[in-house]
């Protein structure tokens, strides 16, 4: 199986991913917001072993103009978001 490195996601799938990071509680690590803009989705199934074979980290980014560190990221499952596969 061939997976392209970064994977665009639709509005619906940032929806999803919004619902799983408010779920899990993510707070930006450097201002405290919990208020992100999602961005591309990286397959890790195939780069590390220790993860799982349906892994994803899903850019996130702050979206505080003030925030001096906005880019972090969280991982998910393929089930979280990526439902119409």
Same mark, same amino acid.
């Given at each position: 199986? =061939? =997976?392209e490195d970064n994977r665009e996601l639709t509005e619906e799938q940032k929806r999803r991913v !919004?619902?799983?990071v408010e779920e899990k509680g993510v707070v930006?690590?450097?201002c405290g917001s919990r208020d992100f803009e999602v961005g591309e989705a990286l397959y890790l199934g195939f780069l590390? !072993?220790?993860e799982d074979r349906d892994a994803y980290?899903?850019?996130l980014t702050c979206k505080d103009p003030a925030c001096e560190s906005p880019r972090t990221g969280i991982r998910l499952h393929? !089930?979280?978001?990526?439902?119409e596969e």
């Open positions: 199986m =061939i =997976i !919004l619902l799983k930006c690590g450097s590390f !072993l220790s980290m899903v850019a393929r !089930l979280d978001f990526l439902w």
